[in-house]
């Protein structure tokens, strides 16, 4: 890890809880990255804010900076399989994008049966419910077995809160989310995607679990249009521990649990995170981010602010 612990802590009052760039419009706020609108562009700015629960929880410093750098790496990565939205990154937390004509549907990909939410793959399987997501599922699976085959489980996009509605490719395009052909090219696109960031993550000595994508339409073609396969959008488990039934998340699940641990599972006030605990999230975070890259991760070290304006003149 390129910065001890003691470094990170010092960091904390630091973290980047929301900008204040008004010479670039309007900010739109969404629960870990700030949005500002240019013509056909978006100055997409990814804040150390911490979610669970669809809630905002604390900051966790430098997470902007992983998310940031550690997806426009991924989408470099899978450029020669799907485009995306990424224009240019001109700064550790900036990424300009591509407006888009976005898709209803997010794309949850699922290499293993997992999850402890209503909604979640195992929990429908262990329930017995009949075809969940509309998929065949062989029968003897345990908890975190891998699949014989990645699947798909779509839902609706996330609105106010509400999502993980649970959808079949059928309901898809019979209730008109999604025209058939273009369906078909976004499932063919995510598999794809996926199966490459498995190769990297074991490369690594991780498991990319499952992952979530979310599309959309850039000058009639189609590219995703989020954060791909980072800690925030994906489940990673560190390969050695998977098989003894309690494999070790490297993923915004073992901040998730800390807090349910605690009783927390989004109402309420949550409890505050110690700055030990904050400090072993953001080791977390960037040791994944070196795991996956190689790279060492590179902080900003002049003001986020003074950096940001800089580097958007």
């Known amino acids: 890890m390129a910065l001890s612990s003691a470094e990170l802590v010092a960091a904390v009052p630091h973290a980047l809880l ?23 562009t978006r100055v997409l700015i990814t804040t150390d804010r ?21 997806s426009a790496w991924w989408f470099e990565q899978t450029a020669g399989i799907v485009d ?25 990909v699922r290499g293993y049966i997992t999850g402890v939410t ?17 998929l065949e599922l062989p029968a003897g699976l345990h908890k975190n077995d891998a699949l014989p085959s990645p699947v798909i489980t779509p839902t609706t996009k996330a609105t106010g809160g509400a999502h993980d509605e649970r959808l079949t490719s059928t309901e898809v395009v019979e209730n008109g989310l999604v025209e058939a052909d273009l ?34 339409i850039i000058d009639g073609s189609l590219a995703v249009i989020d954060e791909i396969h980072t800690p925030d959008s994906s489940r990673y488990w560190i390969a050695e521990t998977w098989g003894d039934g309690d494999p070790q998340n490297y993923d915004k699940e073992f901040l998730r649990m800390w807090f349910a641990d605690r009783g927390y599972r989004g109402e309420g006030s949550p409890p505050a995170m110690p700055d030990e605990f904050i400090a072993r999230v953001a080791g977390r975070y960037i040791d994944a981010f070196e795991r996956l890259t190689g790279e060492t991760f590179q902080p900003g070290a002049t003001p986020v602010a003074e950096r940001m304006r800089k580097a958007l003149e």
């Open 84 to 108: 995306n939205h990424v224009r240019s990154v001109p700064d550790p937390n900036v990424t300009i994008a591509a407006e888009a004509d976005a898709l209803p549907v997010e794309v949850i």
């Open 18 to 40: 929301r900008t204040d760039l008004p010479e670039l419009g309007e900010r739109f706020e969404g629960k870990v990255r700030d949005v500002y609108l240019q013509d056909d």
């Open 183 to 216: 369906w078909e090219e976004v499932q063919n696109a995510a598999l794809a995607v996926f199966a490459r960031g498995q190769e990297v993550a074991a490369d690594a000595g991780l498991i990319l679990v499952d992952t979530k994508y979310e599309f959309g």
């Open 118 to 134: 209503s909604t979640s793959l195992w929990t429908l399987y262990e329930e017995g419910v009949d075809r969940p997501y509309g």
């Open 50 to 70: 911490v979610s669970a629960f669809d809630r905002v929880l604390g900051a966790i410093p430098y997470k902007g900076q992983v998310l940031n750098q550690l």
